[in-house]
Structures are given as C-alpha cells and as structure tokens.
C-alpha cells in the first residue's frame, strides 16, 4: 500500500530525496533486550507503591513493562506496519549552509487541487502520533481521490531526522524555516495549512505568523498564562479544564523545567538505560490522555527513541518554551495569528486551555470543544480530530 501515496506532487524540486524504509539492525534490537535485563530497579518505597500515580509511575507498573518489554514486545511488527506507509528522507540545506537530514512520512494526492497539510508533533511523540490518521486517509480514499497532501515530518532530532548542530543553539523559529523549506521543496509552497499539538502546535503557530506559504494553522495545544482580557467566557467544562492546568502547574510541569534547566543531566541519565527512558517517557503517556493507552503503544515510542539514541537530542524546545522567565511562543505577541486559527479542546490535556483565552492569541475562527480526549489526540482520538482538521480546512480553505 506505500507505493500507491508515494509520488510527490510534479512541483517538487528537491533534488535530493530518497525513499526511506525503518529498518534496525537485529544486534540492535538484541543490545535493547540485553540492556533491559540488565536495568536495576529500585527498592520497593511509599511514593513507588501509591496506585494513583500521584508521585510518578509504580515500580510494579516499571517492572511489568520491563518483562513485557523484553520478552514480547515485537519490534519487527512495529517496523512492518510503519514501513506500510510512504517515509523519505530529504536534505534540506538552511541558510548558514548547514544540512539537515530530514525524513517524513506522506501520503500524496493526484488531485490537482490537493489541500497540502503538515502534521507536527511533539514531545515525548514522535511521526508515530498520526499513523493512525493517515491509515483513515488511505483506506477511505485512492490517491486520485485523496483531498491532501499529508506530510508527517519528524522535527530535528527526532526519530530518524537530524539532530541539531552542536556549534550554535537551536531554536523553533529554525525548525520551522526548515520544515516551511521542506514543504516548498515539495512543491507546496504555493500554500498549507499546518496542524500540531505540544511542541509542533508551537511551531505552527511560527510557520503561520513568519512564513507566508503557511497559510492556516489549527492546534490542539495553546498552554498560556491567564490574559488580562479574554475574549468571552467559560463553559463548565473550561472550568474544569483551568482546575486541571493549574494543577499541572503546580505539581506536574517540573519535567519540563529540568528539560529547560538541565538537559543535559536527564539527557545523560535517560540515555543510559531504557528503563530509566521508559519510565520518564510512559508517565507522560500515562498521565496526559483520558484513558490509558495500550503498553505496546507506549513501548513503541520507548523503543524509537532509544533505538534511535534521540532522547537527549528531544529536548532543546524546553529551554525556549520553560526556562524561567521566557516568554513561550503561544503567548508571545511576536507569534499572534492574523491567518485562519483553529483550535480543538479536549478535557484530559495536560493544560486545557479554555476558548477566551485562546481568542487573544490570533484569528480564532474555528474551535470545537470535546467531551473526551488528552493531550494525544491524534493516537487517542484521531476520528475526532481527523474531522476537526477537514472541517477547519473547509472552512478556511480557497483554492
């Protein structure tokens, strides 16, 4: 079924992108394995017995994943079944000349009047949030049928993309220049709308205000202070929501703050054993959606990243986004949105920012609130927010 999406549209003048297909070594696969046996968990303690995860994942939770995890997760049907989609890989080469490597995932339309989408993740996501999107796309149309170009890109040091330099710092404005060149290399740059949650809603919101090829912008991820004049008032449900954020506020945002103050430090220590990865990553996971998310689907984001050594590479976003005393891209009059802006809420985001406070951040013309659904939509929800996004883009849209 890959074949069927993969032609780039006629306009595309990347003259070096290559097919990519997943494909790890068995050694490494087996070091991963090797590596789990040999991970020390912890003594039993209070905080690491308490079922409601109030002081972070269990340990019983941590050592059944582990077993899991070595003796049964199947790496080799992961890599099948993403591998059943279009990827490549293109050099993108920046303005200071540096060359980034970046690979995507894409299903491309025939239709000469194809809408050209850019879906961005976050962290701790990867390319692997919107498989199940895509996979409602290509099996509800042909590529002659298909309304979009869909373009998934793995942001710079994730997954298999290139990591950030390491003479200059590196921040999303430069994500964004780089994946707005790789959609204009695609022959897209006549126009898209791109769509993100987490860290990729804050690179819409760039690519929308600092690059003229994006032309619309719909997040599901707007995590700002309390303006002092919002545009409207609250639902029930968005009171609800404040409740949650200022909780994560005050007791389950300091992962963010050590990602921002010292990445390095959890760089190194999540680096050095998958254990110590899973569990950082899987509380995330755990904590952000509504309900649970299946263990192989967890392990699955546990194992790209360690198989492809990117965690420590993840992490540069938070020292622009949490560092104390910034000023985040959301809240940032720099980054206000005067194009079509729509945004989605859903009531188990780690941060559900409520409809009035999102209005004073841009153009707001379309909002949809959900009864149900965390902070990843796309794997928790992608029905839900597949529509969101197509109704958005009908809306918005003139060719």
Request: hydrophobic residues 40%; contains cysteine; aromatic residues 12%.
């Amino acid at each position: 079924m890959a074949a069927k999406f993969a032609s780039p549209p006629r306009g595309s003048t990347l003259t070096k992108v290559t097919p990519f297909t997943v494909t790890v070594t068995e050694e490494a696969v087996q070091e991963l394995r090797a590596a789990i046996a040999h991970s020390r968990l912890p003594p039993v303690t209070y905080e690491g017995i308490q079922q409601d995860r109030k002081y972070g994942i269990t340990r019983d939770w941590l050592e059944q994943a582990g077993v899991f995890w070595r003796n049964k997760f199947d790496w080799r049907a992961c890599e099948k079944h993403m591998n059943t989609f279009p990827q490549f890989k293109a050099l993108i080469i920046d303005d200071d000349g540096k060359e980034y490597s970046i690979h995507f995932a894409a299903l491309f339309s025939k239709k000469a009047d194809a809408v050209p989408v850019m879906l961005l993740h976050g962290w701790p996501g990867s390319f692997l949030e919107f498989l199940p999107i895509m996979d409602r796309l290509r099996n509800s149309h042909t590529p002659e049928s298909l309304p979009y170009h869909i373009v998934v890109p793995s942001l710079p040091g994730y997954g298999f993309s290139s990591q950030p330099p390491l003479d200059s710092d590196f921040r999303l404005e430069d994500v964004a220049r780089i994946l707005n060149r790789l959609m204009v290399s695609l022959g897209l740059g006549t126009g898209y709308v791109a769509q993100g949650g987490d860290i990729g809603s804050k690179v819409a919101r760039i690519l929308a205000v600092d690059h003229e090829n994006c032309k619309a912008v719909h997040i599901n991820f707007c995590i700002i202070p309390q303006p002092e004049t919002p545009i409207g008032t609250l639902s029930e449900p968005e009171k609800i929501g404040l409740e949650r954020t200022a909780a994560f506020k005050r007791m389950n945002s300091s992962y963010a703050l050590q990602h921002a103050t010292k990445p390095s430090t959890i760089g190194l220590v999540l680096s050095s054993s998958p254990l110590a990865l899973l569990a950082w990553v899987a509380e995330k996971f755990l904590d952000w959606t509504d309900e649970d998310l299946p263990l192989e689907i967890i392990l699955e984001s546990a194992t790209l990243y360690w198989l492809t050594n990117t965690i420590s590479t993840s992490l540069y976003p938070y020292r622009q986004l949490f560092t104390p005393g910034v000023v985040a891209v959301h809240e940032n009059p720099k980054w206000y949105i005067t194009k079509p802006f729509g945004y989605s809420w859903f009531p188990k985001e780690l941060a559900p920012i409520p409809r009035s406070w999102v209005a004073t951040t841009g153009k707001l013309i379309y909002y949809r609130q959900h009864n149900s659904g965390g902070h990843f939509a796309a794997l928790e929800k992608p029905d839900v927010l597949l529509k969101d996004l197509e109704d958005f883009i009908s809306e918005v849209w003139k060719p």
